[in-house]
C-alpha cells in the first residue's frame, strides 16, 4: 500500500482536484479520505472552554496527575 497525503483548501464550488503520482497504475483502486481540521477558535472561545474546564473534574484529575508527575522530576 502506499499513501500519498495532500493539503487542500475548499474551494467556493467544493470540489477538489487530487493529483496522483505517474506511478500509480491506471485503473487501479484508491480509497480518497478526506478529514476536515478543526477550525481555529476564536479567542473568546478558548477562554470559554477554559473556565468550563476548570468545572470538568477529569480535566482537572488530569491536570493534577501531570503536576505530580513534575513534582518528582523538580
Known amino acids: 500500500m502506499e499513501a500519498v497525503k495532500q493539503i487542500l483548501r475548499i474551494p467556493r464550488n467544493h470540489e477538489l482536484k487530487i493529483k496522483v503520482p505517474q506511478d500509480f497504475p491506471e485503473n487501479e483502486i484508491v ?18 472552554e477554559l473556565k468550563t474546564a476548570v468545572k470538568d473534574n477529569r480535566f482537572m484529575n488530569d ?9 518528582t522530576v523538580d
Open 31 to 48: 480509497e480518497v479520505i478526506l478529514i476536515m481540521k478543526k477550525r481555529q477558535d476564536s479567542f473568546k472561545q478558548k477562554i470559554q
Open 63 to 71: 491536570l493534577r496527575d501531570i503536576s505530580e508527575d513534575f513534582n
